[in-house]
């Protein structure tokens, strides 16, 4: 009904109109998308055939941003670090690769926290980016640039990565949908920072969709070969998958408890669920979950089985130069001269005492083994598990530093190795997106999309900011 030219122009329009109010696309290439929709328009008037077509390009025309921390060829790879913003990729990451083989057309790159590791994406690059649903609010972090493009209508697939919840804090503060794979499916080659040593294991890289049908055909082109280990093609009958459902993480100290408009939805899910479906919602009170910030923590500074100890983030800090001293840097963050966000400072800081507590973290790290092997047996073929996104709505700017621990309700996820989908839930008494996860055992990942497909029907999915 419309010309690829006319979409990537309406695109190009909305992101030109409403860019400045949330910075969320940091460069674009707008007029390479243009040049490479008039492409595919000529495609198909020359017609080789819309199975043909379907096949080759499942995602031929479709317009698409990409998180600056991923190398997209001719666009800034700085992850927010003031000493890489002269750094431009001169070639594309795996499933940027894949996305334009496909046939997407990448509109630009979008905001990230500095080097990925905080939960507000603001850095001294490019600034802060703002929520399309209240722009005193926070996006969300690592992939909030995403988050807040998709939410804002200005893209229609996004590519994010999570190590501790960067795709689905900013999916949930901007109410779309996020999706982190089973680990180890979806390559992350491309991207500024990579995990190395155990990380690897944790650093997922997966899409991120205004609406839930989406986020599967984009797995399956994230995945390339590897979509075979996903069981995609199973039909999914809801009525079978065993429902179980915790409303918080059992009280831990350093996180904060469940906003009641939260509590509220997840019940409604519940009771919708049981109601609709027929199916009885376990409830389940896993008390290893209280323990999820000292878990993750614990095992993302662990040793490797081939005993590589995981990169220093002050090294990473220093990007191949010298290594940052935080206390330093904090010292000239106070008077205005690091080149630092205080998260990452912070962040630099914390690990210094992290490494400091060696016995209690072998502990931590046997705990979280064996909270993997209790989730997995709870879990089993056919279950799915409800758990809140976050503790809070989308909290104001800076306050995160004030609780920066509560990620632990997503980061818990990356070292279970477990697939998660962040599914919206329409929006709060404050205009602001609510939301839950829907988390599965390993490889699995199939429940959880379909999950998010009936929820997005029953509560009506991602909504328009400015609607209310």
Known sequence: ???????????????????????????????????????????????????????????????????????????????????????????????????????????????????????????????????????QRIVGGSSGGEGSVLAAACSVIGVGSDIGGSIRMPAFFNGVFGHKPTTGVVPNDGQFPNAHGVR??????????????????????????????????????????????????????????????????????????????????????????????????????????????????????????????PLWELMKWLVGMSSHTLPAIALGLTEKLVNLNLSGNAKLVSMGKSLQEEMEALLGPDGVLLYPSHPTIAPKHHSPICMPFNFAYTAIFNVLGLPVTQCPLGLGSEGLPLGIQLVAAAYNDHLTLAVAQYLEKAFGGWVLPGKV
């Open 1 to 135: 009904q419309v010309t690829c030219m006319e979409v990537v122009e309406a695109y190009v329009e909305r992101i030109k109109e409403v860019n400045p109010l949330i910075n969320a696309v940091v460069k674009d290439r707008f007029e390479e998308a243009l040049q490479e929709a008039q492409q595919v328009d000529k495609l198909l008037s020359e017609g080789p055939g819309d199975d043909y077509l379907e096949e080759k390009f499942p995602l031929l025309g479709v317009p698409i941003t990409v998180k600056e921390a991923f190398s997209l060829y001719g666009m800034p790879n700085t992850s927010g670090l003031v000493n890489r913003r002269n750094v431009i990729a001169n070639s594309d990451a795996t499933v940027v690769s894949r996305l334009k083989q496909a046939g997407a057309i990448p509109l630009g790159v979008t905001n990230c926290s500095e080097l990925c590791m905080w939960y507000e994406s603001s850095n001294r690059v490019y600034g802060r980016t703002n929520n399309p649903y209240d722009l």
């Open 200 to 325: 690897t294991s944790y650093l997922c890289t997966g899409p991120m969709c205004r609406y839930a049908e989406d986020l599967e055909p984009v797995l399956r082109v994230m995945a390339g070969p590897g979509v075979s280990k996903l069981k995609l093609n199973e039909k999914v009958s809801l009525e079978k998958i065993k429902f179980h459902c915790m409303d918080h993480d059992g009280g831990s100290i350093f996180v904060s408890p469940v906003d009641k408009e939260l509590l509220q939805a997840q019940k409604k899910v519940v009771e919708h669920l049981e109601s609709d479906l027929g199916v009885q919602v376990q409830r389940v009170a896993i008390h290893k979950m209280k323990y999820s910030f000292q878990i993750w923590s614990a095992m993302m500074s662990s040793k490797d089985s081939e005993g590589q100890e995981a990169q220093r983030f002050t090294d990473l800090l220093g990007d191949h130069g010298k290594p940052v001293w």
